[in-house]
């Protein structure tokens, strides 16, 4: 394992204040009631316990207006590729770091993702439990993070800490720091076993999930599930985006151009293809013309196997943002549970 | 990021603005709003996109030789001073007026209010609460004593019917809809009154799908039923409400089956839906412009109003009469007096009490006598008599009814002055422009339909020179030589609240660190009133009214032999001005529509998408059918938020009596293809 241990949670917030000299230190901070990701500077502690923000990183990532060429009066095109400022984010929960690996492997080579994406460092925090609504442990996702990630925290009950490193730049940033640490022995490495166990033991029992996802990666592809059940659910999908726009591994956009005088700039800004518009195509031919449709392709494309992600893992990482925003009750949890006979 | 209040509907969702670049690039929903929950409709995602928009207005333009100019804000200030004292040397004080906005701020409508009375000295002051919901002012205060919402959102969770009627709750006030379908899910009876057959008229247990403009017919059918089988609440009506006798002697002809008559709803869906109301503990009653936007609107809404003190729904959590406003802040333009018979507050303007605390507040002899309503203006204006109107964040070409009176209208005055965020349909018509800052460029206050006064926070500068409603206001007050004396957007909400009882213990402060306050709170220490007429109604007993029913002003006939009635898409909002600003927005429906249903298309041979002629008496408009059961035969349906293809170019404006309302909802029709 590349790990070791660092004797008190105080070590880590050396290495927050270390990062925070030459990156912005973003983490969970909770506003008004509610966590969200608040630059820090790396000051004061560490808030070990605060859950996921509604809104998630992918709006650093993959921003909800992105530019991505202007012109000018003479003609004059040029392409727009961002210079993003260096972040942190440390504090990322596993179903998050899953959701990066989702758009590292989908945006590939894009220059203005590969742009953000370099100058982000991820510092992951090990959940110790079920957060309320969340399910990761079904979807392989959690509560445990695996890559990507520079460093990744794990807390012990007897205040230490394990930190763990996934890149050069995570070894670098440790060292960096001028923390002591130990390596990890075997009595540490059954606690970690024995905290994962209990962090696993946390959650709720759901049969209704396993059964729904069972439903849903049945041959043929969805086949198990009549159009009939579909359709009754479509009709309470409002075309809010809510989901779309917080799901953390939803990458879909649009381009739209925006002239001013006689240049202007051409961006991507998020699309959703729970919109009617965003699958009419120019013919006027649709192949999801009902809501039920789009709301099948959408699950389809969250929930099966066939698209699974390059570390096998679903499109969802079960961190339940959908069925907060879904004003419909028709989030992941909900259609789960909707597939899998719970209501 | 800023924590701030969404600028469409008026459920008033919490929505948080990402700004980056000094430019505000997505939003996010307030995980813990009272209201929302962290839950935005299509709207709200999308409010981002119209902010930013390279379209919107940046300086002041003056009309120069037939064409708008960009000018200095000295200049276009100087003209429209100059434009309003000449209006008023020449015709007196009334031959001014100011249409405030249902989207601006309360201390934009306060300001605009307080402009057209201390510094014109008029009370031709109002705005589009006109074409929404006057008959709800109208018609609640005269049977409870407050034309407001009664009970809070929440109460959805709390009661055992949901009762709604002309209202497509889904679509337009998408985080309220699904909280009812959500309860309807959960077992909650739903029975929805709409001639269409919206989402929520899919999903009911009963949907009366009635005849247009039958709604009185409807419930007093309901009423009768609900004497006959007793299902009415003797105690409360003893206790609470006058009138009984007589609302039951009125009631005796109106049998299930002559409702049925007029309606077209079977005899036994209407005592259906009488019993899921009555026989229930308590009945949540919402409706929408589909109660409002008739000659009989008033009257409807009294009908409403009867049902629920019937059944001692008055009061209660979980029951009220529940008027859902369209605007984002149309209950806090009317709270703020943007109305030409009421200060703030609701205090008339002919109360010689009322009228001295505002004349002594404001150092100026107030005018006594009500002024004209926006409608009215148009009219005045038509006839030479209204020489200089300013109209704020409105759009009233696209908006309101008649045809193409309104346009020939506002070319008659001698100077129309606009203030908006882009150059609207009423805009391209000014003389004067003045560029406005949106929601997301000012601090200030909103209403919610509810009474949820909420802060709203600014998040970036506005574009260019543009300035909040307030502060050209201000500027122009200074003009005319009588400064109004706001410095913030604070200071005019302690004024306002100082001379308004029913925000008279809130402040900006207040509301921030509450999550919102529902009036009436007259004290710093009052927690606010998020349900009405508990112990008692405002004006004491509940006033039962017999109403009769009146059918629409035009009826089909051989030359016109459809009904058009008018509705709104979950997409859009209002004139477009914002919503069709956002490219996903805009994507989602095909400029201008008409619904009709397979028996009347086939008939014309008509097909979805093909382009057809909606006629009126008034006018004509082409657009593109979709042919759908959501209607059925004989009716058609038009949203009008497309000014290519405006209903309200054929629209009725025939007028409700009491509100003066132009009947939107219904007027008759040839439909032919092109």
Redesign the interface.
Known sequence: MDACVLASRAAVDRIRRALALDRRVIEPRT????P?WTATNGEGALAWSTAAP??GVK?WLV???EPVLAWDDTGAMRPVVPCPERVAFVGLRACDLAAIAHLDAHFGSDPWYRARRAAAFLVGLDCSGACAGGFCLEVDAGPFARAPFDLNLTALPDGRVVVAWGSAAGVAALHGAGVASTPVDDGTALLLAELAAGAAASFPVRPYVARGLARMNAAPAGGAIADEEWQAVG??C?????CT??CPTCTCF?V?D???GAG?TRAR????CL???FQRQAS?HHPAPRPGDRVRRFWYHKLSRDFAGPTGRLGCVGCGRCD??????IGALGVLAALGGE? | MTTTTCPFCAVGCGLVLDVAGGRVVGVAPERLHPVSRGQLCVKGWNAAQFIASPERLTRPLLRRNGRLEAVAWDVALAAAAEALAAARHEGGPDAVGVVASARATNEDAFAAMKFARAVLGTNNVDHCARVCHAPSVAGLRRTLGSGAMTNPIADVDETDCLLVVGADVTENHAILGARILAAHERGVPLVVVDPRRTRLARAADLHAQIRLGTDIAFVNGMLHAIFAHGWEDRAYLDARCENVDALRAALARWTPDEAARVTGVPAAAIVDAARLYAASRRGWLAYGLGVTQHVSGTETVIALSNLALVTGNVGAIGGGVNPLRGQNNVQGACDMGALPDVYSGYQPVDDAAARRRFEAAWGVALPSAPGLTSLSMQHAAHDGRLKTLLVIGEDPVVTDPGGRFVARALGRLDCLIVAELFLTETATCADIVLPAASFAEKDGTFTSTERRVQRVRRAVAPPGEARTDWEMLEALAARLGRPMGFRDAAGVFTEMAALTPIYGGMSHARIGASGGLCWPCPTPAHPGTPRLHVASCVRGRGRLIPVDQTPPAELPDAEYPLQLTTFRLHHQYGSGSMTRRAPLLERENPLGLVWMHASDAARRRITTGACVRVRSRRGEVTTRAIVSDDVPPGVVAMPYHFAEASPNLVTNDALDPIARMPELKVCAVAVEAC
Do not use: F, K, Y
Not at chain 1, 238 to 242: N, V
Not at chain 1, 269 to 272: A, G, Q
Not at chain 1, 324 to 329: Q, S, Y
């Open positions: 506003v008004e009631g509610a969200v509604l809104a709006g921003p909800p207006r009709p309470r409002l075309a809010c985006t809510g726009s917080l649009t739209v925006e002239p001013v202007g800004i998020w699309d959703s919109l009617e518009g006027g907060v925003a879904c004003p419909g009750t209501r």
